[in-house]
């Protein structure tokens, strides 16, 4: 029986066949060449970008204006949160910088520290305090001198730790008034500071402050006393080092890393005022620390010290 049905004709000229085709070298041709072209010309700009700003040194110059005010477009929100980055940032480049930078933005920081305290910006006078203190130069001597009679205590107690390391002795009158500062932390720097720039002249104030109520401007005081071999810092000392070399009941002090550093400096300085003042009486105290102190650092420090005080039995 003959077979009536019409079958169609193969289509001519490929079709849908060759339409798919096209699709797919396209694709292959997106995803095999030019999709990883894309990637490597996003990879080398990142690259090259980050190697501009790299190489890129911002000025301190501009970074301490962008302390002092930011007048963005979005000032109003993030004024204050931009002016500390630039803060930050200075402090990045001056401890990083080239020899020199700081010298020659040490006019501008001056001239903004004085600035500040005209305008009452209370929080970038004792930033700039704190950057002119930790900078030891001589030229910034006049604006921590002058930084001694700010209203603000953190103020005060920046600008007499500065002096301390800038060795300018011309402060020594103005350190011994703070010795009797209404804030203890001044008094403490202002005492270390006395002690730093061996006043002899002014061992009196340093011997008044052995009375003061607050232990560390005692301990501060008997420690620039003993830096003179003044006899009179001796029994402060002792009591320092009693206090601070041996394990404490509380256990809590005992066992907190903080706490423990501290109270281990503290027997150090202790150690090392007794070993400069050759005191006679602290004999047997240091024969306990060599033994029994909590931190073997001061272990160490008691030994040497009785190994070179005149008399002494190691």
Known sequence: MKDDTTRPAAPVGGGADEATDGRSDAKVVLQFFIVPLALVAVLVSVFFGLQFLRDRRPDPGATLKGLEK????LGEWVGDLKRWQSGYDLSLLLRAGED???????????????HAGAQGDLKLRRYLALVLANSGRPGAAGALRSGLNDPDAPVRLFCAWGLANSGDRTAIADLRRLAVDPDAGVRKVALFALGELQDADGAGVLIAALADKEDDVRWNAALALARLGRPEAAPVLRDLLERSAFASG????????????????QALNAVRGLALLHDAAAGDLLHRARAGALEPIVRDAARIALETAPGQDP
């Open 70 to 73: 930011y007048e963005g477009f």
């Open 100 to 114: 020199g930078d700081f010298d020659r933005v040490l006019p501008s920081l001056v001239e903004s520290f004085q």
């Open 250 to 265: 509380d256990a809590v002090e005992t066992t907190e890393p903080a706490i423990r550093e501290a109270r281990s400096q």
